[in-house]
C-alpha cells in the first residue's frame, strides 16, 4: 500500500511540474511554441531550420534544442543552439516565458558555441566557448542573480566593501552618459550627463534589498581574478569604467562593449537600471 502510494505521489508531482516545454518533441514543435506562447518575433526568424543544408550530428551541435530546468523553479527550460542565435527560454510559470542569449554584444556579435550540458551538476551548467575570446578559454555558466554568470564554486567570504563608482562614456549613438557612485552606507550620488531621463547631479539611497544583492554579487564575482581591461574587436560601442575599493584596495576595471565577462555584464544591468529605479533627490 505504501509503495502504491508513493508511485501516486510522484505521479501527481510530475504531473503538476510538468510544462508546455516538456511536450516539444521536433523543431515545429518549437516553431509554433515560439510564435504563440513567447514572441512573435520568432515568426519570421525560427532559431532551428529543419531545411539546413548541412546536418551537425555532435550531441551538442548546431540547430538542435534541449529541455533543462536551469533555475531549479521545478519548471523546465528551453535551451535553442539554433544556426542563428544561441537564447534559452525560461519558464516562470503561469505562462510567463523570459529568454536569455547567451550571443551577446552589439547585434549579438558575440556568437556562443556550445560545448557540453551538465545537467547531473547543481546549479546545472552550461560550458560555452564565446568568439570574442581565446579558443583555449571555456566559460561554465550557471543561472544565478537573474542572470547567466560564471561559475564560481568557493564565493569570498571576506569582502569588506566601501564604494563603487561607475562612469560610462558616450558612443555611436545615444548611449546614456552618466557617473554613479555608492558607498557602504547604501548612499550613492547620480551624475546624469547626457541621454538620461534627466539631467545634472542627484543624491539618493539603494534600497536595501537591491543594495545586499549588488555585495552578494561583488562576492561572486572573484574581482581579484578578473582583467583591469576587456575591449569587443569592433567599433563605436560604449566603454564602462568601473572602480570598487573593497578590503582595503581598488580594483579597476575598464570595458569597452560592456561583455567583459557575463558576470561583469550582470553587474553593469544592475547599475543602469539603477538610475531609473532609485528615487533621485537633487
Do not use: H
Given at each position: ?48 531550420d529543419d531545411s539546413a543544408k ?40 503561469k505562462k510567463d516565458y523570459v ?91 547620480y551624475k546624469a550627463i547626457r ?88
Open positions: 500500500m505504501k509503495t502504491l502510494s508513493f508511485i501516486l505521489l510522484l505521479f501527481f508531482s510530475t504531473t503538476c511540474f510538468a510544462n508546455d516545454i516538456d511536450k516539444l518533441q521536433t523543431n515545429e514543435d518549437v516553431y509554433n511554441f515560439l510564435v504563440k506562447k513567447v514572441s512573435r518575433k520568432f515568426k519570421d526568424n525560427p532559431p532551428l548541412t546536418i551537425d550530428t555532435a550531441k551538442y551541435g548546431r540547430n538542435k534544442f534541449f529541455k533543462v530546468d536551469l533555475d531549479n523553479n521545478g519548471l523546465t527550460d528551453l535551451i535553442i543552439y539554433g544556426l542563428r542565435n544561441f537564447l534559452v527560454v525560461f519558464d516562470n510559470g529568454i536569455r542569449y547567451l550571443d551577446r554584444g552589439t547585434f549579438l556579435s558575440n556568437t556562443a558555441t556550445l560545448i557540453s550540458i551538465d545537467t547531473l551538476s547543481f546549479p546545472k551548467q552550461i560550458i560555452i566557448q564565446q568568439s570574442e575570446k581565446s579558443k583555449q578559454q571555456i566559460d561554465t555558466l550557471i543561472f544565478k542573480f537573474n542572470s547567466f554568470i560564471e561559475y564560481n564554486p568557493k564565493p569570498t567570504t571576506d569582502f569588506a566593501f566601501n564604494k563603487i563608482k561607475f562612469k560610462t562614456d558616450q558612443c555611436f549613438g545615444e548611449c546614456p552618459i552618466f557617473e554613479l557612485t555608492i558607498n557602504s552606507d547604501r548612499t550613492a550620488t541621454f538620461n531621463e534627466e539631467t545634472g547631479n542627484f543624491k539618493g539611497t539603494i534600497p536595501t534589498k537591491e543594495f545586499d544583492e549588488l555585495i552578494s554579487l561583488l562576492k561572486y564575482l572573484q574581482l581579484e581574478k578578473l582583467n583591469n581591461e576587456y575591449a569587443v574587436n569592433w567599433t563605436d560601442d560604449q566603454t564602462v569604467t568601473t572602480e570598487i575599493e573593497f578590503n582595503g584596495k581598488t580594483k579597476v576595471i575598464s570595458d569597452y562593449g560592456k561583455i567583459g565577462t557575463f558576470g561583469l555584464s550582470r553587474l553593469y544591468s544592475k547599475l543602469f537600471y539603477w538610475c531609473k529605479l532609485i528615487e533621485w533627490t537633487e
